[in-house]
């Protein structure tokens, strides 16, 4: 009777109701709930001061599936809060906790060590499953900013990742509280996984991943706003957007069942179109009544009417009679330089090359025509095919129809054909056509061409073989198990963890990013040549934190060089600039000078006193060396006592076992790891 009394006591604390479903009423209901909440707080401990509870419930219904999940919030006085999603069997699929008074200021107080330590022992009384266990298989997440760490779990079964059911797990650096929990399937079902028993081999995989899915050779293009120019640039990719794998048994392809790859956010494949697509945004200048005038007199434009008619001419969805809403015309700064006539109307938009004419992209927002006109695809793709000999008859003789899978719930066909340059893609210009399956009718259009390009020769480039050996050594080619349908799960072998597209430059080998330049891996390195070292501690403890040299070696004893300290003091930032850009931002703040650039140079003792000192914006003090008594034992000279004693008195540079500061002496790497580290626990 009591905990029927509480339970309404709950019911009635409740201000969130779901929208998805009726308000809980039944004691079936209530019991649903209390379930709910006592298999969370079997997990997590909400503490007696997160009195205030709410409550909704989210009922997902799929092919006469009926599954839900409750979202359980507590909050205190401070509002600090406690989040749980829990489905209807009790498994957690998400956790927050947000506490915006915990110290996350300096370096971490847990080690990575000890949180990983935590990490494991939680997981293994939140996350059950029914097959297999529960394996750790990413831990080298570098999120240098963040108060916390992150782990990545994974099921395995038979010794053999699930890669649809991996766990993400933060543990804050400071307390060691376990701060989020997410299930990246939230399907929890009991699946059934086929044995390791007469399947083929990896190299016999290789081979019929090769010949039938097979790695594409493409061209892709990065806009450089500093320099201005268009950067195109060949490179090797995993066909990842066709989302498809080897059956090790069968050697034949099999589909991944796409909905989960999306909850993985693993289809990225188009993040290279998108990128370029969306680089204009912002370098479009939108230009005044009296300027267009001027413009249309020397540029020999053609009329805001005249790109009005090119519009409704090629689009029956528009009526002549149509009225424009608004009409902008802007100057694109990327690539080519045009003008662009922007017309919008009541029920779309569309935009003209201002100069040639040249119909550029139409989109159709109402489609409430009681007259149906129900097309098939073939006679869709014919329609499409007659539209773009008409509107773009030149750019139709150098594309490629790429096909697409066809969603047969969805209202509309998409048909997209890619610029096809010395026998190869350039994924970055296309034709793109939609058209609504019930009219008949084009409601969409994209025409994005570069023009005065050069591209790269490729007649010199790696084999395909060679290509698939690097990726697969890079990260990895072998069995995982897969959802090929929503209960399905096949065994397959694909290329492993794999998170973004993957890149590799035709000609030397060598993974690149989405600029064409060398990728930068955002890993913290694992180094083999600090056991036993003095500063072993203090560098295992900044690459904690973020703060590490790039390699797989760290060379304690090697002097540093002055590139070398600004990256690693910098580490947080690299990730956001090349070596120029970090220069430019140092000479920019006022920590060097641009006369004193020079990243080979091998540091002083004096020099990184000034730069520390620099950072900390103390030169102005440091500069009045009068007003400094030296507190080494060896000479300081006036350019640089100022700045030892600064980093003398907060405890930054200590001198060497003598008390000496040596001024002249160069610094090696692992004295520098001290520096970093001594100068991070100091409150700015």
């Not at 056991?531 to 403890?541: C, F, L, M, P, S």
């Not at 690693?568 to 006369?595: A, C, F």
Request: glycine share 4%; hydrophobic share 30%; proline share 2%.
């Amino acid at each position: 009777m009591k905990r029927k009394q509480l339970l309404s006591l709950i019911l009635a604390m409740c201000i969130t109701i779901s929208t998805s479903v009726v308000a809980f009423a039944s004691e079936n209901d209530g019991s649903n709930l209390e379930k709910a909440i006592v298999s969370a707080k079997n997990i997590i401990t909400i503490p007696e001061e997160y009195s205030d509870f709410s409550y909704y419930y989210n009922e997902n219904t799929e092919e006469n599936e009926s599954s839900g999940a409750y979202t359980l919030d507590w909050s205190n006085k401070d509002g600090e809060s406690i989040s749980i999603q829990v489905d209807d069997n009790g498994n957690i699929l998400e956790y927050h906790k947000f506490d915006s008074n915990n110290d996350s200021s300096g370096l971490a107080k847990i080690s990575k060590e000890d949180a990983k330590a935590i990490a494991e022992k939680f997981m293994q009384k939140s996350v059950k499953f029914k097959e297999g266990s529960i394996k750790i298989i990413d831990d080298r997440s570098n999120l240098s900013q963040s108060s916390d760490y992150e782990f990545k779990f994974g099921q395995f079964v038979n010794n053999i990742p699930v890669s649809f059911n991996t766990i993400d797990l933060s543990i804050n650096k400071y307390n060691g509280e376990v701060t989020s929990l997410i299930r990246n399937n939230n399907d929890v079902k009991d699946y059934i996984f086929s044995s390791k028993d007469s399947i083929i081999n990896k190299e016999a995989a290789k081979k019929a991943y090769l010949e039938k899915i097979g790695i594409d050779l493409k061209y892709y293009s990065r806009y450089d706003y500093k320099n201005k120019k268009l950067n195109v640039f060949p490179a090797y990719s995993i066909k990842q957007d066709k989302l498809q794998g080897i059956d090790a048994k069968t050697s034949e392809v099999v589909n991944i069942y796409s909905d989960n790859i999306l909850n993985r956010g693993l289809n990225n494949s188009s993040k290279l179109m998108t990128e370029d697509a969306a680089v204009s945004d912002g370098k479009e200048s939108t230009l005044t009544k009296e300027e267009i005038n001027e413009i249309q007199k020397t540029a020999q434009l053609i009329s805001k009417e005249n790109a009005e008619k090119v519009i409704k001419d090629n689009f029956d969805s528009l009526k002549t009679n149509d009225k424009v809403n608004n009409a902008s015309l802007e100057k694109s700064d990327y690539v080519d330089n045009k003008y662009i006539w922007n017309i919008s109307f009541e029920n779309g938009n569309g935009s003209v090359d201002a100069k040639t004419g040249e119909l550029l992209s139409f989109y159709f927002y109402d489609n409430n025509e009681e007259v149906k006109n129900n097309i098939s695809y073939s006679e869709a793709k014919n329609k499409c095919d007659s539209f773009l000999k008409k509107v773009a008859a030149e750019k139709y003789k150098k594309v490629k129809y790429i096909p697409e899978e066809e969603n047969a719930e969805g209202n509309y066909y998409t048909f997209k054909y890619v610029r096809m340059v010395n026998g190869y893609e350039y994924t970055n210009n296309y034709l793109s056509i939609s058209i609504d399956k019930t009219t008949g009718k084009i409601i969409n259009y994209e025409n994005q061409w570069f023009t005065n390009i050069t591209f790269p020769s490729l007649n010199d480039v790696i084999s395909k073989d060679i290509v698939f050996d690097k990726i697969s050594d890079d990260i990895g080619f072998d069995l995982q198990y897969e959802k090929i349908d929503k209960d399905k799960v096949s065994l397959i072998y694909n290329f492993s963890n794999l998170q973004e597209q993957y890149l590799l430059d035709p000609t030397t080998g060598v993974r690149i990013g989405y600029d064409g330049k060398k990728y930068k891996e955002n890993n913290l390195p694992t180094y083999t040549d600090i056991t036993g070292h003095a500063y072993e501690n203090v560098i295992k403890e900044l690459s904690n934190n973020g703060y590490y040299l790039e390699s797989d070696k760290f060379n304690p004893d090697s002097y540093i060089t002055q590139a070398n300290f600004f990256k690693y003091l910098y580490t947080p930032d690299m990730s956001y600039y090349d070596e120029d850009e970090l220069y430019e931002m140092l000479i920019g703040n006022k920590i060097i000078k641009s006369e004193e650039k020079s990243p080979d140079h091998i540091l002083t003792n004096g020099e990184v006193a000034k730069y520390v000192v620099r950072y900390l914006n103390y030169e102005p003090i440091a500069k009045n060396s009068q007003i400094f008594v030296n507190p080494f034992k060896d000479n300081v000279s006036n350019d640089y006592k100022g700045y030892a004693a600064i980093c003398y008195g907060l405890d930054i540079i200590k001198g060497d076992s003598n008390g000496n500061f040596n001024e002249k002496g160069n610094m090696t790497n692992g004295q520098t790891a001290q520096v970093i580290y001594n100068l991070l626990k100091i409150e700015k």
